[in-house]
């Protein structure tokens, strides 16, 4: 069986070769290490391999989870990262633990957003989440409503865009959305200079992801394996 130690290190390998090959080096990338359904142990585990940047999609989970590592490791640093589709009522629950959300996609989750930072007096850093395929019911902004939407995030005190993010369709070549990804962060660009990063890419595509432009990429299975065998 392989270990977690020696998944984690196939990546971080895997991340420097597809860096070079686009001409960056993998510092440029980050790797979120997505650990939903497994539990607090995995990520102390990882955080002793030195790494500190972890992703959750359902709030139920991650809160809990993240409250536990503080425990285990209270003079740690951790990061984590929201990923998942998220409901307006539980923003001030991920505002409790997360630095980072990647999923911002619609104007009540921005309203209630504006609301919780400034009672708060946080701030919150996101990527704007795209729709690429022609489902309206999957999340992301559609295409057509990006660059209104990203003009709205401009005026929200306390939220730091940081670019855009975007998850390949099944259906599709990846490079497909991966490219259109790219092109709607050149457009965020004309709008908002600073949001140059692009989050994009998973276990099974995180390489291509990479080669194509992603700043950050969001890496579970490959490196958590199977629930229970870590």
């Known amino acids: ?3 977690l130690e020696a998944r984690y290190r196939e990546v971080l390998e895997r991340i420097e070769v597809a860096s070079r090959a ?3 080096a993998s510092a440029d ?4 290490v ?8 995995v990520v102390t585990k990882l955080m002793d391999l030195g790494h500190h940047m972890f992703g959750e999609n359902k709030d139920q989970e991650a809160k809990p989870k993240a409250l536990a590592v503080a425990d285990l490791r209270p003079q740690a640093r951790t990061d984590w990262h929201f990923v998942g589709q998220l409901q ?3 923003a001030k629950s991920v505002l409790s633990y997360a630095s980072t959300v990647h999923s911002l996609d619609r104007a009540s989750l921005l309203k209630e957003f504006a609301k919780q930072l400034a009672v708060m007096d946080l701030e919150l850093a996101c990527f704007i989440e795209l729709n690429l395929t022609d489902d309206p019911n999957r ?3 559609p295409v057509e409503s990006f660059s209104e939407f990203a003009e709205k995030t401009v005026q929200v005190g306390g939220l730091n865009v940081l670019g855009v993010m975007a998850v390949a369709g099944l259906d599709v070549d990846p490079r497909v959305d991966f490219e259109r990804a790219i092109n709607l962060s050149s457009k965020l660009q004309e709008i908002l ?12 595509d995180y390489e291509m992801a990479i080669e194509m432009g992603a700043t950050h990429v ?13």
């Open 1 to 3: 069986m392989i270990s």
């Open 22 to 24: 686009s001409g960056r």
């Open 29 to 32: 990338v980050e790797l979120i």
């Open 34 to 41: 997505i650990t939903k359904t497994h539990p607090a142990s």
């Open 88 to 90: 307006s009522n539980k």
């Open 139 to 141: 999340g992301g902004i």
């Open 193 to 204: 200079p600073s949001a140059t990063a692009v989050s994009m890419g998973m276990s099974a």
């Open 218 to 230: 969001r890496v579970g299975s490959a490196i958590t394996g199977p629930r229970g065998n870590n």
